[in-house]
Nanobody, 123 residues
Framework: QVQLVEFGGGLVQAGGSLKLSCAAS?????????VGWFRQAPGKEREFVAA????????YYADSVQGRFIISRDVAKNTVDLEIGNLKPDDMAVYYC???????????????WGQGTQVTVSS
């Protein structure tokens, strides 16, 4: 079982930027082919943010983050990163990374989840 760990969250001013990373313990993301980022704000459902195949052939972004967030893989560090730019108050949430066997935007398609990292945006 691959364990995922997120890091890089913190407090950022609106308009600022932040880089989140998702690391896999042990083997390189095991047999999973896709890593996605999701977020959950207080009182709201967990929502899809971005995802990519580990091969880099497919990436997808939620409309709300298109043009501001970039998902990428760092092979040397064995991480999948999410660069968050031009942060808005609505971006404040706990961010989770998750792994799946195929491309999907649905949370129930992702079998392995990290514990989450908090992103707080100050206005």
């Amino acid at each position: 079982q691959v364990q995922l760990v997120e890091f890089g969250g913190g407090l950022v001013q609106a308009g600022g930027s932040l880089k989140l990373s998702c690391a896999a313990s042990g083997r390189t993301f095991g047999g999973y082919m896709v890593v996605g980022w999701f977020r959950q704000a207080p009182g709201k459902e967990r929502e899809f943010v971005a995802a990519m195949t580990l091969s880099g052939t497919w990436t997808y972004y939620a409309d709300s983050v298109q043009g501001r967030f970039i998902i990428s893989r760092d092979v040397a560090k064995n991480t999948v990163d999410l660069e968050i730019g031009n942060l808005k108050p609505d971006d404040m949430a706990v961010y989770y990374c998750a792994a799946a066997y195929g491309p999907s935007l649905r949370t129930n398609a992702y079998a392995s989840w990290g514990q989450g990292t908090q992103v707080t945006v100050s206005s």
